[in-house]
Every structure is written in structure tokens, then in C-alpha cells.
């Protein structure tokens, strides 16, 4: 609300960037950390329930919000953003209830550092961090490259809606598989299967089906990924250090998204000069993906070994 009424760059920067940024976090992360902590058996898909919010929000609020632009103003656009919010999050936050809140205490730590000593979790760190560098790739620059093949305006201009509601898709399906069948046998399948689809498919498309091809399976995979490496977080620290576990995980995003774009358009932009070159991006975030597969493998062979049939 306070953008809209900004009249310099540097106001939209403290109230869109910081304000904005500081706000989602406190409301994302203990939504995240109810989540994890109602549910135990069923805590993958839980999960995958919780974070599909985004995958829709992406697949909806962008028309919404475009089509307020065009009818009200920005202005007005930014008004009605800010009451949306306003409302989706109030009820975020009075559905928070935790399940057993903690005794008061006046020794906590201002950095719980505790955690990263379980080998573990600091794989666990690792997904996270790793994670955003190649999870934003995609969606950054699906549009881009499908406007560069001459595809249909309506192709460029919605596949990243259509990414987005699989994405949504991948991680109630995907969470509902790793509850079945194991979360870190799911994890792995799901970082290998985003990994194949970059280097399979993405890297070598040249039509309209290959590009759908791509959009939905890597939206799928991407969106298991994104769903089992938080519901990963519970299982290896002990209970009193759940809630600096996850607050950690949600930090390790920071880097890709601070990073992430910057990296790969640095990429994209040392072609011949001529037009964007995108294999580069293409491989940096095919590669992130396989490296946490292998990731996930590691971890899954420190808790049951190397027995390929057993739900892990």
C-alpha cells in the first residue's frame, strides 16, 4: 500500500523490496514450521500442501494482477495487492497454532548453531542453499527462450502460468508419494528427473511441444523437490532445535535468490553478442540439480544404506 503512493525509486526499493521481503518471511516461515510440526506420517505431503499455495498464487495472482494495472492504474493496482495480502496472510496467521508451545526459557541463543554439528542436517543446509540457485532458473527464463524460437505469443506469454500449477501439482503429488514410498527415494527421483528435463529437453528444444514437454515435467519435479527437502528438516535434528533447523533451511534460500539471476543472465549474456545464449543457464541449473540428487543419495545411504527396495 505504501508503493503506491511512492514518487522515487529508492521508496519502492524499502517498501516492495524490504518491507515486502521481511513481511512474506515472517508469515512463510511458521507456516512451514506448523506444518512440520502437526504432522509426522503424513508430514511430506503436509508439506506439499502448505508450499502449493505458491504454484497456484504464481498461476493466479499474475493475471489478476495485470489485468488490475490495466482497468485502475498502478496505483490503485498496488492498493488492491496490499488488501489482498492483507487478507490471505491474516488468516495464514491465525491458522498458525502450534502444537506444543515451548516453556519460556531466558537462555535461547540469538544464533542456535547447534544444529549444523548432525552431518545430516547440514546435507539437509546444503538442498536448501543449493536449491534456489537452480529452482529460479526456469521460471526466470522459460518466457525469454520460447520468445527467442518464435514461438506463439500465447505459448511465451503462459507457460509460466502452466509451470507454476504443476509446480503446485509436484508437490501435493510428490508429497503424497514420499509419505508411500520415502521421502529421500522420492527426493532423489524428483532432483534426477528436473535434472533430465534441463539437459533432455530444455537444452535441445526447438518447438512447441518440446517447450510444453518441459514446463510440465520440470514443474512437477521441481515442485516434489521444493516439498521434501522442508519435510526433510524434522527428521534429523532433535525437537527442541526444530524451530532453528528451519529458520536456518529458510536462510540458506537467501544466496539463489540474491544471486541466482544475476548469475545466469551473466551467463546467457556471454553469447556471440548477436542473441542470448541460454545452454550456459541451462547446464548451470541441470548441474545444480543432478549435484542434489547425488546429495540426497548420500543421505539416504548414511541412514539405510545401500538397499535399493526400502522406503527411506
Known amino acids: ?185 522420492i527426493g532423489i527421483l524428483s532432483a534426477l528427473i528436473a535434472a533430465i528435463a534441463h539437459f533432455a529437453i530444455w537444452l535441445t528444444a526447438t518447438t512447441e511441444a518440446s517447450m510444453w514437454a518441459f514446463a510440465v515435467l520440470q514443474g512437477i519435479a521441481q515442485g516434489g523437490y521444493m516439498a521434501i527437502i522442508y519435510a526433510l528438516i524434522n527428521d534429523y535434528v532433535p525437537l527442541d532445535h526444530v524451530d532453528a533447523a528451519i529458520g536456518w533451511a529458510l536462510f540458506a534460500w537467501a544466496p539463489g535468490g540474491l544471486l541466482s539471476q544475476p548469475i545466469t543472465s551473466y551467463i546467457i549474456d556471454r553469447g556471440d553478442g548477436v542473441e542470448p545464449d541460454y545452454r550456459g543457464a541451462i547446464i548451470f541449473s541441470g548441474m545444480i540439480f543432478f549435484v542434489s540428487a547425488c546429495l540426497v543419495f548420500m543421505l539416504r545411504i548414511m541412514k539405510g544404506g545401500f538397499r535399493l527396495f526400502q522406503k527411506i
Open 1 to 185: 500500500m505504501l508503493a503506491s503512493i511512492a514518487s522515487e525509486i529508492w521508496q519502492l526499493h524499502l517498501t516492495i523490496g524490504v518491507m515486502s521481503g521481511v513481511a512474506g518471511s515472517l508469515v512463510w516461515s511458521p507456516s512451514i514450521q506448523r506444518g512440520l510440526e502437526w504432522f509426522s506420517k503424513n508430514r511430506a505431503l503436509a508439506v506439499g500442501i502448505i508450499t502449493s499455495g505458491g504454484g497456484i498464487g504464481g498461476l493466479v495472482y499474475s493475471n489478476i494482477f495485470t489485468a488490475c494495472f490495466q482497468t485502475v492504474g498502478y496505483a490503485w493496482g498496488l492498493r488492491i495487492v496490499g488488501f489482498t495480502q492483507l487478507l490471505l496472510m491474516g488468516i495464514s496467521v491465525v491458522a498458525c497454532a502450534r502444537l506444543n508451545p515451548p516453556a519460556k526459557t531466558k537462555n535461547v541463543p540469538i544464533l542456535e548453531l547447534r544444529v549444523f554439528k548432525n552431518k545430516k542436517y547440514l546435507i539437509v543446509f546444503c538442498l536448501h542453499l543449493l536449491g534456489n540457485f537452480a529452482l529460479r532458473v526456469p521460471f526466470a527464463y522459460v518466457s525469454s527462450y520460447s520468445e527467442q524460437l518464435g514461438l506463439n505469443p500465447w505459448v511465451t506469454g503462459n507457460i509460466n502460468a502452466i509451470a507454476s500449477a504443476c509446480l503446485a501439482v509436484g508437490k501435493v503429488l510428490m508429497g503424497y508419494l514420499a509419505d508411500w514410498s520415502g521421502r529421500l527415494n
